[in-house]
């Protein structure tokens, strides 16, 4: 038998303990602890309000922790801050469209951390950004206002602007929302090779039927971590519909409504979804577990019937 995983150390993201109370004294996040390590992309999956984007918050240090801490690459948030170790990329909402920038400046962005006060801009910040826009395939729209793209192509250049800021850490919001299938082979083909090289990213969706493909380990929250740990292990249906009380979708098939074969009985399709990408469990163990490659193959495959 393979030794088993041992469990993350937290040397990339470790968070321990943490509660986050808004000044209108509501907790959104309560005693909520997980740890990845270099060289992992993690799911964050919960329910609308669960606390999502609050643990992000304290993440990026827009927050302060009631409780508990949070640590990136073994320091505290305001030092990890200062070294630029930490990218986001934002969900498209939290975007002003009308504000007039250019495609390559909001890569530039990315480089400030880098510069000093009067932010001019070296040779090798210059080079950065070019390098960047051309790994997400924008390299011809540099000169277009981000406004006049498409929501696929404004992800691709959030994510440019998260390249060029060179952070060892990366926050993605919701990174598959509004994007075709393309695209999102495309993001998910970028985070696996910064996976590769090191990089920890923290990945919030509602695709649940992207997770099992390129996510390695999964964080459950419902205003605190209801699981956190190898997809394998944590990213189950019993997991998910703990997850999700009544708001998951859930339908299963099986015997003569599926298969028309002698061994239909014992045959069943699950799916299971929040909205977006669904998640779809085959065969005898739908019922038990969400990984293995029919579950991923599956997901895809129902993906492309429905767009
Ligand atoms: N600035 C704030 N002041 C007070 N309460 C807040 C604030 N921001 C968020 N909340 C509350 O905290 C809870 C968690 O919100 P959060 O935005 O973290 O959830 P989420 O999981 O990111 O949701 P979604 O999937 O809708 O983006 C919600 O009940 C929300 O109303």
New binding site residues.
Partial sequence: MPPAAAAPRGDGILVDRLSVT???G?T??RDASFALDPGTICALV????????????AIMGFVRPSAGTVRLTGLPVPQALKRNIVAYVP?SEEVDWNFPVLVEDVVMMGRYGHMNLLRVASRDDRRKVDAALERVGMTAFRRRQIGELSGGQKKRVFLARALAQEGRIILLD?PFTGVDVTTEAAIVALLRDLRDAGHVMLV?T?NLGSVPDFCDQVVL?D?TVLAAGPTAAVFTRANLERTFGGVLRNFSLGGAALHADADADRRSLTVLTDDERPLVLYGDDAGRDADGPDAADAAGRDDERRR
């Fill in positions: 808004y000044p209108n509501m959104a996040v919960g329910v609308n309000g669960s606390g999502k984007s609050t643990v992000f918050k969900q919701e919030s509602h929250l205003r």
